[in-house]
């Protein structure tokens, strides 16, 4: 009984442990524009969660569903972007866009091949230091 409350316990605590985790990010944007032509959304899998997304959120109104990927996830892009793969708004971005990449994200976040950024990720020994 004392080992499935224990169990329970760190269950719990498990999902408030990506919260806690910070990367290192190191290198500068060479303002390809891949990241506003190509994203993900973690928690948006059809058109329909998309539009409720952004009647919630209308500051989403700027991104379209371009695509989907091999395994069907829906592909989104921002209407700002331009050709050149710049911002078209870059002082109204939104805070999403200036944090990018995220230090502290709660799923393993991968970045666009020839990203000028780099995201250095703690491996279990870095944590049990
Ligand atoms: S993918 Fe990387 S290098 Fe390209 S615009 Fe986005 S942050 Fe900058
Ligand atoms: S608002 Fe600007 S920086 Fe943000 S995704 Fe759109 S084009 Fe990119």
Request: a positive charge; one cysteine or more; proline letters at 4%.
């Amino acid at each position: 009984m004392k080992d499935l409350i224990k169990s329970i316990i760190y269950e719990i605590w498990s999902y408030f442990v990506p919260e806690k985790l910070s990367y290192e990010i190191t290198g500068s944007c060479k303002k390809c524009g891949k990241c506003c032509n190509y994203m993900y959304s973690v928690d948006t899998y059809t058109e329909k969660e998309f539009k409720i997304m952004q009647m919630i959120f209308p500051k989403y109104k700027r991104f379209y569903i371009k695509g989907r990927d091999d395994e069907g996830n829906l592909i989104f892009a921002c209407k700002l972007v331009t050709p050149d793969g710049l911002c078209s708004d870059y002082k109204h971005r939104l805070r999403m866009c200036k944090n990018y990449p995220a230090k502290r994200i709660n799923y393993p976040g991968k970045l666009h091949d020839g990203c000028g950024y780099k995201v250095n990720t703690k491996n279990f020994e870095d944590y049990i230091k």
